[in-house]
């Protein structure tokens, strides 16, 4: 234990500069000049209470993962109202390729569309991003701010308002592929998984990527829900190291298989 501690980083006030700058907005903290000069840690201090940075400019009270519905709302709305400051809607592009790129040996290309739903779709930026990269897809999209939804009705997205932890509005095997994309480090309860894997068609996929959570206890909660098939890729390109693309499926039960996404490109 006294090793671990040792190993362990101080956790530093946040520099002054940058605390002159925040907004307190509900339990958050904005930092409303968006510089890149003036990105924080990963975990600081504000006064006496350690915060997590979320994208660049926004500083929650606890990690993503141990966020209530009501914070995750809030924080998703903030996102949104700062979409254009705080979104590098390039880094968003090139998750959805580090994902076409890992599920690329298993798409195969059919003439009926394929349904797709867009689970925490926001805005709907990771439904439009993958309408570029796959062709023929049929995409709804469902979320648990009413703020996304309006967006992307605006934009004549389909998409729905859910309510957490309730069962989605959708028959049983509705989809054949499900996308979750910077979701899932909001921790979803097992219902809600169970949910997924009914609307899921027995073939389907269930893809999403996921960085700060334990790996581990992701695949525990998939099982849990009843997923089965679950391959992980790591070292993926172009975005930070602890991001990871899962995807699961429900056919009988096999081990998870790891991947190393790059492992060819490193060779050079
Ligand atoms: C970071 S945004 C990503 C939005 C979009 N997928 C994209 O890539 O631009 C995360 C979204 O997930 C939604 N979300 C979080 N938990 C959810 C849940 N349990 N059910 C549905 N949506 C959820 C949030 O409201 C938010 O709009």
């Known amino acids: 234990m006294a090793l671990i501690l040792m190993k362990m980083k101080p956790i530093n006030q946040l520099p002054s500069n940058i605390r002159e700058q925040l907004r307190r907005i509900g339990d958050f903290y904005i930092c409303t000049q968006f510089s890149k000069d003036l990105i924080g840690d990963p975990m600081v201090k504000i006064g006496k209470d350690v915060y997590y940075r979320y994208m660049n400019f926004l500083y929650l009270p606890k990690p993503p993962e141990s966020l209530t519905t009501e914070q995750i709302i809030e924080v998703c709305d903030l996102r949104i109202e700062y979409f254009n400051e705080i979104v590098d809607q390039k880094y968003n592009r090139q998750m959805i390729a580090n994902i076409i790129n890992c599920l ?7 003439d009926a569309p394929i349904k797709v739903l867009d689970f925490g779709c926001g805005t709907g930026l990771s439904s ?3 309408s570029e990269y796959l062709s023929n897809l049929q995409i709804v999209g ?3 701010s009413e703020k996304a939804i309006l967006e992307c009705c605006q934009q004549d997205l389909t998409a729905f308002l859910i309510h957490p932890e309730e069962p989605l509005p959708f028959e049983d095997y509705s989809f054949d592929m499900i996308f979750a994309i910077f979701v899932m480090h ?4 097992i219902s ?5 894997q009914r609307v899921l068609r027995t ?5 999403f990527n996921i960085y700060y959570r334990d790996i581990d206890e992701v695949i525990e909660e998939l099982q849990e829900a009843g997923f089965s098939i679950i391959e992980v890729w790591n070292d993926l390109s172009g975005v930070s190291a602890n991001h990871r693309v899962v995807s699961c499926g429900l056919l009988p039960p096999s081990e998870t298989v790891f991947h190393q996404a790059n492992r060819n490109k490193s060779k050079g």
């Open 203 to 207: 073939s389907g996929k269930f893809v």
């Open 128 to 130: 439009k991003l993958l």
């Open 192 to 196: 809600t998984l169970i949910e997924l």
């Open 104 to 110: 690329s040996p298993n798409l195969i290309s059919v």
């Open 186 to 189: 909001f921790k979803l309860g």
């Open 142 to 144: 469902v979320d648990i």
